[in-house]
């Protein structure tokens, strides 16, 4: 549970913050309206669409050689991941696959030391933020495939190569790390500043201030800026398609093949994916719990 | 010591701005700077000043299609996504009590954002084809004699797509404001003899009204930027704007590609900033 | 000169943040080394910005801080060799009791065997050491007050700063956490400023008072020079207890004055040395506890006894005493405290007509 706190940041903060007055909530304090019901049902209606897909997919991954892209099953084999990782017609998976995970593990720290700095620019007001601020806005929302192919002419007029881990890994910060500042915001808002100045006042120096005192504490969130950072990047497309270079990403693989490829192996490729998209999330969402619960044992000892 | 305190925070700053100088800005100047120029038809520029691909693309009657298609899946999308995001974020916020419960729902909703977005799209394919599930079970049902073909590659699988894409991002900004919501405030309406309907016009909306316009920004952006979806989903029935681009440079047509990506992300920025205009996002994010 | 370590002298001192309003304005003060010393005053008072300036978290706009003789204008903190307990304490929330309370020595470099030993004995001079290996959400708020006190502590500051200590407190810790407070600062021998807004804080704890007003000193000395002789309206109304009566000098004669006002009748009040005409406006403070209520009668008001008629407007029992609201100066309040004993001896109501007296050299009189 606590690891749901830090990792929703904000949103769970606010709820938190509720929680003491969670007796009070409104609509409804004898019985469930009648509006209970049907937005109850509205929810688990989406979140039957929003599962509902994913999981049929994963299902017909393991489809038999004879079967389709659609049901019935006509029985159950690992066929199309073989042919996944073996055929020549669905192209280089695995080698995109590893260039995905080696761009997505740069991005993901880059991204997080790169945030932090800034997120901690941004706690106070300085000359020029606002123009930082909608330069980092417009990175956010400016159509994806658009900076791409600037980003490939401009390394074009340069006379550089574009390559996923010059070019491509460009492109791609300029999408994450906007967020990831934007998460950073959120993180930062709940640090108290007078642990910062507690801090100098006990001697530290800024930098001790910052290793000490601001990193441990901020660290689930840092984890949550690294999340983001890590699958925005291994499932970035527009950004990645003209600044690339010769060699494809993962998502590059993938969308070639839902162009091409017409066999279950596209579904198997969405199953391994989401495989390691869980890993990810399994690991970030851990990590946040392990430091929780380090603290948690450090406090235990006492009693 | 202020001039200090303000360098300290330049310095802080100046790694983003290593990322956002050469790969946000140069790219957008490089694209507007190749607007102007001519092609000499073989995929290579010719460094003009020429106003031709803009009047090329005013004239055309293509544009104006192009940009209606893309507005309405917008329109579409966005509308939609607010509707489910909203009344998901406020079951959320006001209707589970217990907030470890909440806490699991909102996971539940937000861990699908973490997986792929194509493999998501493209998991629509075996349920909404010609011989996929709705049909069979429509069809079971005796509801229709033939398959429907309008639910897979049409204007409507491209919606639903895109609202399963996006509907998350209407979710958390919608939840969070929501749960800052002082829930006294409701109670205080409901013993002041305010009907539901009241306190969702006169609290609970107007209080929601950051996170909206937080979600509006996402969905639009992403929607008006993207073209692969609509690749997908409309089976090449439908076209986008970010399509045409991408179209035209895989012919190689720079310059009349680099006037409509200027044209587009102008006019994105304008809504986005029509949108900013409504709320401090900055002051909302960081409270 | 010979200063003390802990002597601090406040000279011209100033804070503006806008360049425009004074936050603290032309600040001269000194405190004796040792002394423990309350800065009291509304929020807003700049009674905080003193106490962070004299820390180091603020740069003063004009002036000088001398601590032991020495201008500590431009220093860092931990060359000023001050500590600051911040208003909720601000313990780091991701480190144990001893880690907190060890914090400084660690930034110093000591080793990890050094600074726990240290803070072991700090943590058993608070009484903690059951807790050591806590976390702060784990302690109760007195407890928490403690971590604070101990880490501040223990970098051996010559002052200690404390930016509303109490206030987190509910009302009984409070008083509590006032002895244990007093007790540190015997033990520690060193020089406490203290920032309060609540009087009974300040007068109970410290050897001076400060009290501020807008960004000045409205009046500084021992607790009771403050409480029992106000220099001025805003002092004797902040530190409450008080009546404050404005009238127009009648007469002068004998080193007293007849005073009246629409609400008040012929009053003398003694001029203390300070020479008054007739005509002359002037305020006077009467405490609370120095009013007697007596029935009207014949002889109810003895020699050099002031007395005004009222009516009791309100009845309060506070336990040791009762209030007893007047109505003897129109809409102002005009409040007794008669002992519960004799109160309840003759008990007044609502609606009675009473004398409030009290001796003529009680009356007080305000710049």
Redesign the interface.
């Known amino acids: 549970?606590t690891m749901?706190?830090e990792?929703?940041g904000?949103?769970?903060a606010?709820?938190?913050?509720?929680?003491s007055?969670?007796g009070?909530?409104?609509?409804?304090r004898k019985g469930?309206?009648w509006?209970?019901y049907v937005?109850?049902a509205?929810?688990t209606l989406?979140?039957v669409?929003?599962?509902?897909?994913?999981i049929?997919?994963y299902i017909?991954s393991f489809q038999d050689i004879r079967g389709g892209?659609?049901?019935p099953m006509k029985g159950l084999s690992l066929h199309w991941f073989n042919d996944l990782f073996t055929q020549v017609r669905t192209g280089d998976v695995k080698g995109s696959f590893d260039r995905s995970i080696k761009l997505a593990g740069l991005v993901t720290v880059?991204t997080v030391?790169?945030?932090f700095?800034?997120g901690?620019?941004?706690r106070?007001r300085?000359?020029?933020?606002?123009v930082?601020?909608y330069?980092?806005?417009?990175?956010?929302?400016?159509?994806?495939?658009?900076?791409?192919?600037?980003?490939g002419?401009?390394f074009n007029?340069l006379g550089l190569e574009t390559a996923w881990y010059t070019s491509a890994l460009?492109?791609q910060?300029?999408w994450t790390?906007p967020f990831g500042?934007?998460v950073m915001?959120?993180v930062?808002?709940r640090f108290?500043k007078?642990?910062e100045?507690?801090?100098?006042?006990?001697?530290?120096?800024p930098w001790?201030t910052i290793r000490?005192?601001i990193i441990?504490?901020l660290?689930p969130g840092l984890v949550a800026v690294a999340?983001f950072g890590f699958?925005l990047s291994?499932?970035e497309?527009?950004r990645t398609l003209?600044t690339s270079g010769s060699l494809n990403t993962l998502?590059l693989e993938?969308?070639s093949m839902?162009l091409n490829v017409t066999s279950p192996s596209?579904?198997a490729?969405?199953t391994v994916?989401?495989i390691v998209?869980?890993l990810?999330?399994g690991i970030g969402l851990g990590s946040i719990t392990l430091i929780q619960k380090r603290?948690?044992r450090?406090?235990a000892?006492?009693? | 010591m202020t001039l200090r305190r303000h360098l300290t925070s330049w310095l802080f700053l100046s790694p983003l701005l290593v990322v956002l100088i050469p790969f946000f800005v140069l790219p957008f100047i490089v694209v507007l700077t190749a607007s102007f120029f001519d092609s000499d038809g073989f995929g290579g520029l010719l460094p003009t000043f020429t106003l031709v691909n803009y009047a090329n693309l005013f004239t055309s009657s293509l544009t104006l299609n192009l940009y209606l298609a893309t507005l309405k899946f917008t329109v579409l999308t966005w509308f939609f996504s607010l509707i489910l995001g909203f009344l998901v974020a406020y079951f959320l916020a006001f209707h589970v009590r217990n907030p470890l419960l909440g806490i699991g729902l909102f996971l539940l909703c937000t861990v699908p954002f973490w997986t792929s977005n194509i493999i998501r799209m493209i998991s629509w394919i075996p349920l909404l084809g010609k011989e996929g599930l709705i049909n069979m079970a429509l069809l079971k049902l005796g509801l229709i004699h033939e398959p429907l073909e309008i639910l897979l590659f049409s204007s409507v699988a491209v919606v639903i797509a895109y609202v399963h894409q996006l509907t998350i991002f209407m979710i958390v900004p919608i939840f969070n404001s929501m749960a800052r919501i002082d829930k006294r405030v409701v109670e205080a309406a409901l013993d002041a003899g305010a009907s539901r309907l009241d306190i969702m016009r006169l609290i609970v909306i107007p209080m929601s009204k950051s996170g909206i316009a937080l979600g509006s920004i996402f969905v639009v952006s992403i929607v008006m930027g993207d073209f692969f979806v609509v690749k997908v989903m409309s089976g090449g029935g439908s076209a986008s704007v970010v399509g045409a681009f991408y179209e035209d440079i895989s012919v190689l047509q720079y310059p009349s590609a680099a006037a409509s990506a200027v044209v587009l992300t102008v006019a994105l920025m304008v809504l986005i900033g029509l949108i900013l205009r409504t709320v401090d996002i900055r002051r909302e994010i960081t409270r | 000169m010979a200063t003390g370590q802990g002597h601090i002298e406040l000279a011209g001192l100033c804070k503006s943040y806008d360049g425009v309003t004074m936050a603290v304005d032309g600040v001269n003060l000194k405190i004796e080394d040792g002394a423990y010393c309350c800065f009291l005053g509304p929020s807003g008072c700049g009674k905080t910005t003193i106490l962070r300036m004299i820390a180091g978290h603020e740069d003063p706009s004009a002036g000088e801080i001398l601590i032991g003789g020495e201008n500590v204008v431009g220093m860092a903190p931990v060359e000023r060799r001050t500590a600051m307990m911040f208003q909720s304490y601000a313990l780091f929330p991701h480190l144990t009791v001893r880690d907190n309370i060890a914090f400084a020595l660690r930034v110093r470099g000591l080793s990890k065997a050094e600074r726990n030993k240290a803070a072991d004995a700090m943590i058993e001079k608070v009484r903690l050491t059951e807790f050591a290996d806590r976390l702060p959400a784990q302690l109760s708020g007195g407890q928490q007050q403690r971590v604070a006190l101990a880490r501040a502590a223990i970098t051996q500051p010559r002052v200690l700063l404390l930016d509303e200590p109490l206030s987190a407190l509910d009302e009984q810790l409070r008083v509590q956490m006032r002895q244990e407070l007093l007790r540190m600062q015997r033990d520690l021998g060193i020089t406490f400023i203290h920032v309060t807004h609540t009087q009974m804080e300040a007068i109970a704890l410290a050897d001076m008072v400060v009290v501020m007003d807008r960004g000045h000193i409205k009046q500084a000395g021992p607790a009771r020079e403050v409480y029992a002789t106000p220099r001025d309206r805003y002092v004797a109304e902040f530190l409450g207890g008080q009546n404050v009566l404005a009238a127009k000098v009648r007469t002068v004669a004998g080193g007293r004055a007849v005073v009246a006002s629409p609400t008040v009748r012929e009053i003398e009040v003694p001029l203390a040395g300070r020479s008054f005409s007739a005509g002359d406006a002037i305020e006077f403070a009467v405490r609370r506890d120095d009013i007697v209520l007596k029935r009207p009668g014949p002889d109810a008001v003895a020699p050099d006894t002031a007395a005004l008629s009222s009516r009791v407007t309100g009845v309060e029992y506070q336990g040791s005493f009762v209030k007893v609201m007047l109505d003897a100066l129109g809409r102002e309040d005009f409040i007794a405290y008669v002992p519960e004993r004799t109160f309840f001896r003759d008990p007044v109501a609502i609606g009675d007509v009473v004398l409030a007296t009290w001796p003529v050299e009680h009356a007080h009189l305000l710049a």
């Open positions: 549970m749901a706190k990792a929703l904000p949103a769970a606010a709820r938190r913050r509720s929680r007055r969670q009070a909530l409104a609509p409804g469930r309206p509006t209970f937005l109850a509205i929810f989406y979140v669409a929003l599962y509902g897909p994913m049929s997919i017909l892209l659609v049901f880059i030391v790169v945030s700095l800034a901690l620019a941004f106070r300085f000359f020029g933020d606002t930082i601020f330069l980092m806005i417009g990175s956010l929302v400016a159509p994806g495939l658009v900076l791409g192919i600037g980003t002419l401009l007029w460009g492109a910060l300029s790390l500042v934007l915001f959120a930062m808002s108290n007078a642990w100045e507690a801090a100098r006042d006990l001697g530290a120096t001790q000490l005192v441990p504490i660290a999340l699958t291994y499932d497309f527009a003209q998502p993938i969308w839902t596209l579904y490729l969405g994916t989401t998209s869980f990810i999330i603290r948690a450090g406090g000892a006492g009693h």
